[in-house]
Nanobody, 120 residues
Framework: QVHLVESGGGLVQPGGSLTLSCAASGSIFRVVAMGWYRQAPGKQRELVAT???????NYADSVKGRFTISRLNAMNTVSLQMNSLKPEDTDVYYCNGRIYSTATSWDDFWGQGTQVTVSS
């Protein structure tokens, strides 16, 4: 089994910064990609940013230039640096990992979610 543990959410004023971290542990054979998604109540979960094993990144248009995703520790840990935060960034943020548990078996794993609230 693979577990993803997130940290770093909280309350911040508009224009402020937060850093989210996510660590993957357990039966990890190979990490294909890790990333962050967010979801507001009653809405679909949406992509925020991803980074693959080759270092390639992908960002939602709404966060480009403000958020930076980075991988650490041979891809088992990713961080999301969020700058110039806006009230519309308020959501529950979920860490995702597309991970092979064995040489042939992969799955999408999710963290428990961390609340980010941007408010004055």
């Amino acid at each position: 089994q693979v577990h993803l543990v997130e940290s770093g959410g909280g309350l911040v004023q508009p224009g402020g910064s937060l850093t989210l971290s996510c660590a993957a542990s357990g039966s990890i054979f190979r990490v294909v990609a890790m990333g962050w998604y967010r979801q507001a109540p009653g809405k679909q979960r949406e992509l925020v940013a991803t980074v693959n094993a080759g270092g390639g990144t992908n960002y939602a248009d709404s966060v480009k230039g403000r958020f930076t995703i980075s991988r650490l520790n041979a891809m088992n840990t990713v961080s999301l640096q969020m700058n110039s935060l806006k009230p519309e960034d308020t959501d529950v943020y979920y860490c995702n990992g597309r991970i092979y548990s064995t040489a042939t078996s992969w799955d999408d794993f999710w963290g428990q979610g961390t609340q980010v609230t941007v408010s004055s």
